[in-house]
């Protein structure tokens, strides 16, 4: 017999449906507020807010770079873009479920918009590496964009072009970064959540291009 753990031994290629684990029904179980901001987790929230999802990399240094943006609410960290239901941190580092490391970025509108948060997404990871950032390598390191609405999915594609012609200028590779409409996030374990604010010599594999994002 063969065993499923056994089916992908190349983690720097995605999954079929059917070689993907099956996951579970239950969701992963979340404290009621940010480690940092105080904030509720997942609301309801006191002000107008809207929510980004970005994938860059590791998510400790990723959430703990929008987290301390300006007008930034709440941060998440979990997983998105693949096939098994509320898998574990283990499931997907075993590449067998699809998803990508993602933040779920809670933010005020008012105060810092969807066009910045994508220039710091755009210049805080290397997005022409594929199934990889820098050391850490898989598909659930991958560069993605999910967006939750049209406006998101046209700014993102646009920022992508944006960005890729200054790349392209300063000798830099092509863009690999997944842009979609946003997909299920099912949330990490409550101890990875705001993780480099409970451990701050933690790992953090956050690094970009040196390249600006001139949007």
């Known amino acids: 017999m063969v065993l499923r753990s056994e089916i992908l031994v190349n983690k720097n290629v995605l999954p079929t449906q059917e070689q993907a684990l099956p996951g579970r029904e239950t969701p992963m179980a979340l404290p009621e507020k940010h480690f940092v901001h105080d904030a509720p987790l997942l609301g309801p929230f006191a002000n107008d807010v809207d929510f980004a999802i970005f994938g860059l990399g590791c998510f400790w240094g990723a959430e703990r770079r929008f987290w301390q943006r300006e007008g930034v609410v709440s941060t998440v960290v979990g997983y998105a873009g693949g096939f098994t239901p509320n898998p574990t941190y283990e499931e997907v580092c075993s590449g067998l479920t699809g998803h990508s490391e993602v933040v779920l970025v809670v933010y005020e509108p008012a105060k810092v918009s969807y066009d910045e948060l994508l220039k710091m997404f755009w210049e805080l990871h290397n997005p022409t590496q594929g199934m990889r950032q820098g050391n850490d390598i898989g598909t ?74 001139p949007i």
């Open 140 to 213: 659930q390191y991958r560069s993605v964009i999910y967006a939750t609405n049209p406006d998101q999915l046209a700014a993102a594609q646009h920022s992508r072009e944006v960005f890729q012609a200054e790349l392209t200028k300063a000798g830099q590779g092509t863009i690999t970064t997944e842009i979609e409409e946003a997909p299920t996030v099912y949330f990490a374990e409550a101890y990875h959540q705001q993780y480099l604010a409970k451990n701050p010599e933690g790992y953090c594999g956050i690094g970009g291009t040196g390249v600006t994002c």
